[in-house]
């Protein structure tokens, strides 16, 4: 066991994260951002922010752990300041408020539902993107994609779900 401040052991700790977007509707400029990476072979999600629903499912995830509440308290979609905000930048600030608690992210995990976009051709790209985010080696960052299958499980739109390790 590692010994946090004041000698107190420190204990592994998880979080559950899940986020889902629709695809935006009427606005077809509108770039689809998932895990930090730009996909530009199909139309963006819909949200206060730029709709990574990766990022926000990661971030989420992270916050739990360390019983901070969620992307909702520290973002909030009635801000101004945050509309339009990069689930990228939400995930590296989350990382950010995790530590600033006294917690170090250790891994996570992220599961991405949809149909579209592929997962697997861009999945290395958003690895580097959330490593970069968190500050966390690319062996602890897993992106994997599965596909509904044309069950309705997402609608139209993409669902993830997300675990972290912190200490």
């Known amino acids: 066991m590692v010994e946090r401040s004041g000698g107190l052991p420190r204990v592994a700790r998880s979080g559950i994260g899940f986020d889902v977007h629709a695809f935006a509707v009427g606005d077809p400029t509108r770039p689809l951002w998932l895990g930090g990476v730009r996909h530009d072979d199909d139309r963006g999600l819909a949200g206060h922010s730029d709709g990574d629903a990766v990022c926000h499912a990661l971030a989420d995830a992270l916050l739990g752990a360390a019983a901070l509440g969620d992307i909702g308290l520290h973002f909030p979609e009635d801000d101004e300041a945050t509309a339009g905000i990069g689930g990228v930048v939400v995930l590296s600030r989350s990382a950010a408020l995790v530590r600033a608690a006294g917690f170090s992210p250790v891994s996570v995990d992220v599961t991405v ?46 669902a993830c779900l997300a675990i972290a390790v912190i200490v």
């Not at 579209?116 to 966390?136: C, F, K, Y």
């Not at 602890?140 to 596909?147: F, I, L, M, Y």
């Open 113 to 158: 539902i949809a149909d579209r976009p592929n997962i697997a051709s861009r999945r290395d790209e958003m690895r580097v993107a959330i490593a970069g985010a968190t500050d966390l080696p690319m062996d602890a960052v897993s992106v994997k994609g599965t596909r509904p299958e044309a069950m309705g499980l997402t609608g139209d739109g993409v």
